[in-house]
Every structure is written in C-alpha cells, then in structure tokens.
C-alpha cells in the first residue's frame, strides 16, 4: 500500500515522539533520584548494579540529545528543504546504537533474575539467545545515508528486529509468571507479595510488548512515514523506566511482607505434654501477633509439671539484593 508523505505524518510524527520520550526521559531522572536516594549503609546494592543503572540512565539520555539533534536538522537547519528528509543525518546513528544497546542490558537483567529464580541455564540461554538477535539490526544500520535506501533495504529488518524484541519481552514476563507461581507456599501473606510481583512482572512485560507491538503495526500499515518512529522513541523510554521501577518497587514490596513486624509461620505445632498424657492441637497456620491462646485441661489425677513443646515452621520472604 502506497501511503502519502506530509509534513504531519513525517516530521509531525517526530515532533511528537520527541514531545513524549521528553517527558519519560523526565521521569528515567526522578526513578534514578528515588533509587540511589534509598541507597542506605545497611541496604545498598552491589556495584555492578549500580553501573548497570548508571549506563542505563546515561544511554537514555544520549538517545534523547541525538533524538533531539536529529529533528533539529530537519527542521531547523534544513527549514523548507524538502531535499534534506531523504539524508539520514549522523545524529540517527546517535539515537539508534544507545537505544540498541539498552535493549540488551535491560532484557538481560530480566533473563538474570530468570535465572535466580529457577537456577537453571537452558531456559535463560534460549531467552538471551533471542534477545542478543537484536544487535544484527544495530550492525545492519551504520553506514546508510539515503532515507529511501532505509526504507527498502532495512525495513524489513527493522520490522524484524522489532518482532523478536516483543516475543523477547512476552517471554520472559511468561517465564516470570510461571517461576513465581511455582514458588507459591500455603502462606497468605507469602503469596500475597508473591501475587504482586507477578502482576508487576507481567505489567512492565505487556507495556514494553504493546509499544513494540505499535511500532510493527505502524511500520506496516503506514511504510515510508515516521509515524511508527513515534512509538519507537517512547519504547526507547519505556524500556529504561520499567528497569529503574523493578529496582525502586522492592521497598514497596519488603514494606508490603515485613508491615508490622510480623513473622509469619506455614506449620505451628503445640504439642502439651503430662506424665500420663499427651495431647496434639490441630495443625494451622498462624501470625505470631495473632496466636491463638488454647487453654489444655489437665487431669486432676495427673502428676508431674506441665511441658509445653512449640515446633515453628518459619516461612520468611527472602530480600532481593541481587547480590
């Protein structure tokens, strides 16, 4: 299908996007104050980590000044100069490797913690794999300075590369989901918490796969516009908010487990004992606040002091250190 090229579906569509990944790029800053904010003496992630998030926040924001560059040129160096919407200036190039390059760190994290939770190799080997298909794309791009030899020779790996980001992105949230819902214990509060990471894993999976999923439609209905670039500056932004989001949420999460001061226990067994007799309470769980206080008869005619044997089964939400 032949689409016709304006000015609003070429640079009012990236206008647009710029407007919007503006505003992301403005919240990536205030999750990036709100994470090394809770960076305390006794809770402080490990190094490694607090680079990833550092070259996350710093890819983030050169994509935005190479955005920001890119439709500069256009519209303000070449005002009026139909020529200059077939170059594609350095600055694309710019935008391009960053917004790559996190893709890869982001999805990589998501495979690590994968792998934390299921401590095996093939399944996260096979997400990476998919994942790592993506630098293709990245090396294809350098070197192109035509915007209609872009549009005929890397449509389709865009179209491509863009496919298996989202099937990328749909699987590790299904992976997620699955491991989290096999760590499911009989304890409410446990999976209480456990149901709010599987919601938040499945959130930030479907928001990234949506965006991506708008790009491929956009690129496919409407060849030759800009108008799927829209969508790719705000995925761009997505991706580094919902990594910096995973981080920040875990306080919410420790609060969410820990509100109280509360121990919660999958097996409290109180097992009274005589000289002449033994007697076993029905087996229950409960919160330490909150145990039941059962009277024992004893009989008259028994002797000997009262042995009261407690056994607790401690069910404890592990912290996330990512260590």
């Keep these: 299908m032949t689409v016709e090229i304006t000015i609003d579906n070429s640079l009012g569509a990236l206008f647009i996007g710029l407007i919007i990944a503006s505003v992301l790029n403005g919240v990536t ?49 070449n005002f009026s100069n139909a020529a200059a919407l ?5 600055s694309y190039y710019g935008m391009a490797m960053p917004m790559g390059l996190n893709t890869i760190i982001v999805q990589t994290f998501y495979v690590w913690r994968v792998w934390k939770l299921s401590k095996h190799l093939i399944l996260p080997g096979i997400l990476w794999s998919v ?4 630098f293709d794309y990245v090396y294809r791009v350098s070197g192109l300075t035509s915007a209609a030899e872009f549009s005929t020779v890397m449509g389709p790996y865009a179209i491509a590369t863009n496919g298996t980001g989202t099937a990328a992105d749909i699987f590790i949230a299904a992976a997620m989901v699955y491991l989290l819902q096999q760590a499911r214990t009989s304890i409410k509060r446990t999976n209480n918490v456990l149901r709010a990471v599987t919601i938040f894993s499945v959130t930030t999976g479907i928001v990234t796969g949506v965006c991506a999923i708008f790009v491929l439609s956009m690129a496919s209905a409407y060849p030759g516009t800009n108008i799927e670039v829209t969508f790719y500056f705000i995925l761009a932004r997505l991706y580094a908010n919902s990594f910096l989001a995973t981080l920040n949420v875990r306080d919410h999460m420790r609060d969410r487990s820990h509100s109280g001061g509360v121990i919660t226990t999958s097996d409290f067994q ?12 029905t087996n229950a769980s409960h919160e330490l606040d909150n145990f039941p206080r059962q009277k024992t008869q004893i009989d008259d005619n028994s002797h000997g002091e009262l042995e009261t044997v407690i056994s607790v089964k401690v069910d404890r939400i592990t912290d996330r250190n990512y260590q």
Excluded: E, G
Aim: net charge positive.
């Design 29 to 77: 800053f205030s999750q990036t104050w709100f994470y090394f904010s809770a960076q305390t003496r006794d809770r402080s992630d490990p190094i490694w980590l607090k680079l990833t998030v550092m070259t996350v926040v710093f890819l983030d924001l050169m994509h935005q000044l190479f955005t920001s560059q890119w439709i500069y040129y256009y519209c303000v160096t």
């Design 86 to 90: 077939n170059t594609i200036p350095w």
């Design 131 to 134: 994942c790592l298909t993506q």
């Design 270 to 281: 109180v097992h009274p004992r005589t000289n002449n007799s033994a007697m076993q309470l």
